[in-house]
Nanobody, 111 residues
């Protein structure tokens, strides 16, 4: 499975961005967004699990919203009220016969 991310960029604090991850085939397993800031470990930001439960990192609850298109091959992450500490490379992950990762999308929150 190939994962292609888009939607990263530079935004001011309080602004919004929407990330998209398009898979080359339908995803029925876990479909998640992770992020990694410089000098820090990769952490899960938001995930849609195989049983359709959605989990969020505590620090993004109420600000980020995860959704998926009806044909189940694109995952979206709507990020509102962005903070400088949200700055990181955001990676899409999908389980489909194994672990699959996207190439990463840079998100920079700065004035």
């Amino acid at each position: 499975v190939q994962l292609v991310e888009s939607g990263g960029g530079l935004v001011q604090p309080g602004g919004s961005l929407r990330l998209s991850c398009t898979a080359s085939s339908r995803i029925v397993g876990a479909f998640r967004w992770y992020r990694q800031a410089p000098g820090k470990q990769r952490e899960m930001v938001a995930g849609l699990e195989y049983d359709l439960t959605i989990n969020y990192l505590d620090s993004v609850k109420g600000r980020f919203t995860l959704s998926r298109d009806s044909i189940m091959n694109t995952l979206f992450l709507q990020m509102d009220s962005l903070k400088p500490e949200d700055t990181a490379v955001y990676y899409c992950y999908a389980y489909s016969g194994g672990d699959n990762w996207g190439q990463g999308a840079q998100v920079t929150v700065s004035s």
